[in-house]
């Protein structure tokens, strides 16, 4: 029988990156992520890994990807204002097509905001925060137990896509202590690195793409000369002022995402049979939208809840797919409204869509959920 343990939501993130097997990670503390540091300094040495603290946010953002770039699984972990700080050089990952995992449990912002209080604040930050066209891939998990398998899941999406991949928690998730059944080694499917299809002599070119779009670029060290740069280039890794390979280079980056579709954008109903109204939530609000939308059901009230997962690319088929389907929407989130705007996008005008925000530096209650719910039923306008 498998041994169930008392976990937190941070200590989860570090065992699941462990177990997709990362084995650098480099960070600076930053309240509310910082137990997973904590965590990645006890477990990387067992595991044959390296921790380092660094000097600041920035310089950590450096350090994975170098570590990186020579081969190694990475990942660091934040909060809102490191992330800020991190921006540039998650853009030059994404430019530069370096694997990484990126943690940011959220808090109150901006600035310095509330450490300790729990918000979802940075949805927008983590699609846009850095400067010009990139793809995102941002996953929120809702539990325990999910962190750790979305962890997972977080680093196999960096190696595959071979791109940044934002694990976006929040600290009601993060600080959440549940009962948990981890899964056994072989039960775990890990992505592993890319390598080279082709040695210096067949002419390898560190940036070819491969059928699915994705460079198979050689490690630092494997004997093969790599050029790495932040600037546009071409298949040789080396900058080219060239209107057409400027745009080949970014088209590629959005698709080699895109093309893979709703595979890696990851959704959940619940009482969705016969719902007339639904609630979209996403991480630590999703637990409390769950408990509205099963007391209102329990009124006889047919209300359903979607739960994203994923969090970009957005599930804009899955919510054009509810939109045709209800009433209305209700939006609860953990904000002053941003994911709102991505649902009324996708939804397209078929039914009304409501927001329920929350931005106080407390969670929901079910009551507050209930009352945007009996709102939309009973005929509520969007404020």
């Not at 890794?237 to 745009?247: A, C, H, N």
């Not at 991505?342 to 931005?359: N, S």
Request: glycine content about 10%; overall charge negative; charged content about 25%.
């Amino acid at each position: 029988m498998k041994e169930a343990r008392l976990m937190q939501g941070n200590e989860a993130c570090a065992e699941g990156a462990i177990a997709a097997g990362v084995n650098f990670f480099a960070g600076y503390p930053i309240t509310p992520s910082t137990e997973i540091a904590e965590s990645m300094a006890k477990l990387l040495p067992k595991n044959g890994g390296k921790f380092i603290q660094m000097e600041d946010e920035i310089a950590a953002m450096g350090a994975i990807l170098g570590a990186s770039l020579a081969g190694s699984k990475v990942m660091d972990a934040t909060s809102g204002p490191g992330f800020s700080l991190k921006q540039e050089l998650i853009g030059y990952a994404a430019c530069a097509e370096i694997p990484c995992v990126v943690v940011n449990v959220q808090r109150v912002g901006p600035s310095t905001g509330q450490p300790t209080a729990p918000s979802q604040g940075d949805v927008m930050q983590v699609r846009w925060g850095t400067h010009g066209d990139h793809p995102m891939i941002a996953l929120s998990p809702w539990s325990v137990r999910e962190t750790f398998d979305a962890t997972i899941m977080a680093v196999n999406y960096a190696e595959r896509f071979r791109t940044p991949v934002i694990l976006l928690m929040d600290e009601i998730v993060g600080h959440l202590r549940e009962k948990v059944v981890l899964p056994e080694d072989n039960e775990i499917v890990v992505y592993p690195r890319r390598k080279p299809k082709k040695t210096r002599a067949e002419g390898y070119q560190p940036f070819a793409p491969d059928e699915d779009l994705v460079p198979n670029t050689a490690n630092f060290g494997d004997g093969y000369h790599i050029h790495v740069t932040g600037l546009i280039h071409d298949e040789t890794g080396f900058p080219v002022g060239s209107p057409k390979v400027t745009e080949e280079s970014i088209r590629r980056l959005h698709e080699k995402i895109s093309r893979v579709g709703e595979e890696i954008i990851h959704t959940y109903e619940y009482f969705m049979e016969d719902a007339e109204y639904a609630v979209v939530s996403f991480g630590g609000t999703a637990r409390t939208a769950y408990e509205a939308v099963r007391a209102a059901r329990a009124e006889g009230k047919k209300v359903g809840l979607l739960r994203l997962m994923t969090v970009w690319p957005f599930a804009d088929k899955a919510i054009a797919r509810l939109a045709a389907k209800v009433k209305g929407i209700i939006v609860a989130e953990l904000n002053y409204g941003q994911i709102i705007g991505e649902v009324e996008r996708a939804a397209q005008g078929k039914c009304q869509v409501l927001l329920c925000a929350k931005y106080n530096m407390q969670t929901f209650e079910p009551p507050e959920i209930r009352a945007a719910i009996e709102k939309m039923i009973n005929g509520g306008k969007k404020s």
